[in-house]
């Protein structure tokens, strides 16, 4: 190999070491890093480097650390189909971005009073993706407001059924939050693309589902210079 190439290659892996950092990995099987509201039979278990959910009635699984943009989230989810009395190809969702307007200083506080019921969400600050809700039907991008107003536009409302779950395969989920972008991505096809005149930079990211089975991996969390 000659010099230059050598050179290059070099400079090629310092710059691309600068871009990014990897700042949460391999955290899926440490129940300390992450707090769970639930409604009442439903469980969830981490053990393996992986988090399990079996719900009943709603749940939402926080990452208990706050995160600041430019972000990258990346993870892997498989909802189950194996005949279980949960096991429902439904609702693989997640927040990102959470706020709390009448808890600013305490993302937390009212975490017992949510406890996993989905209209104890609706008053939070947050982007929100409900992949394959209404049974494997819709797939939508919500961006809440606050104000219990949660509007969605046209282009953020896919019913195609390539945009749905497929049971019992895998699926690898990317999140990008970039000054005032965010996107959300499939095994790779960005499925929405938001420009936010008023971005949410920082928050807390959760899993979302309600009455299915699904097993999440490979969780990773990327701070993008």
């Given at each position: 190999?000659?010099?230059?190439q050598?050179?290059?290659?070099i400079l090629?892996?310092?710059f ?26 439903g ?5 393996g ?5 079996i719900?009943?009635?709603?749940c ?6 706050e ?7 990346q993870?892997h989810?498989?909802i ?10 439904s ?9 709390d ?15 996993g ?9 947050l982007?929100y993706?409900?992949y ?7 797939t ?9 107003d949660?509007?969605?536009l046209?282009?953020?409302?896919l ?5 749905m ?5 895998e699926?690898h ?6 000054e005032?972008?965010?996107s959300?991505s499939r095994?790779?096809?960005i ?11 920082s928050?807390?990211?959760g899993?979302?589902?309600?009455n299915?089975?699904?097993?999440i ?9």
């Amino acid at each position: 190999m000659k010099l230059y190439q050598t050179v290059l290659i070099i400079l090629l892996l310092y710059f691309n070491s600068c871009a990014s950092q990897t700042i949460y990995k391999d955290v899926l099987n440490d129940t300390n890093n992450w707090i769970v509201e639930q409604q009442p039979g439903g469980k969830v278990l981490f053990e393996g480097n992986s988090i399990e959910v079996i719900d009943a009635k709603g749940c939402t699984i926080w990452l208990k650390n706050e995160l600041e943009g430019p972000i990258k989230i990346q993870y892997h989810i498989t909802i189950i189909d194996e005949g279980g009395p949960y096991d429902r190809v439904s609702d693989m969702n997640c927040f990102w971005m959470a706020n709390d307007p009448e808890n600013p200083d305490d993302f937390f506080k009212d975490s017992k009073n949510r406890a996993g019921r989905f209209p104890n969400y609706h008053h939070l600050k947050l982007y929100y993706v409900g992949y394959g809700g209404h049974n494997n039907t819709k797939t939508r991008f919500r961006r809440y407001n606050g104000n219990i107003d949660r509007p969605l536009l046209p282009e953020h409302d896919l019913s195609d059924k390539k945009f749905m779950i497929t049971a019992n395969k895998e699926m690898h989920i990317e999140i990008v939050v970039k000054e005032n972008y965010t996107s959300y991505s499939r095994d790779g096809e960005i499925l929405f693309e938001i420009n936010d005149p008023e971005p949410y930079k920082s928050g807390y990211f959760g899993f979302r589902t309600v009455n299915n089975h699904m097993k999440i991996n490979s969780f990773k969390i990327t701070q993008l210079n």
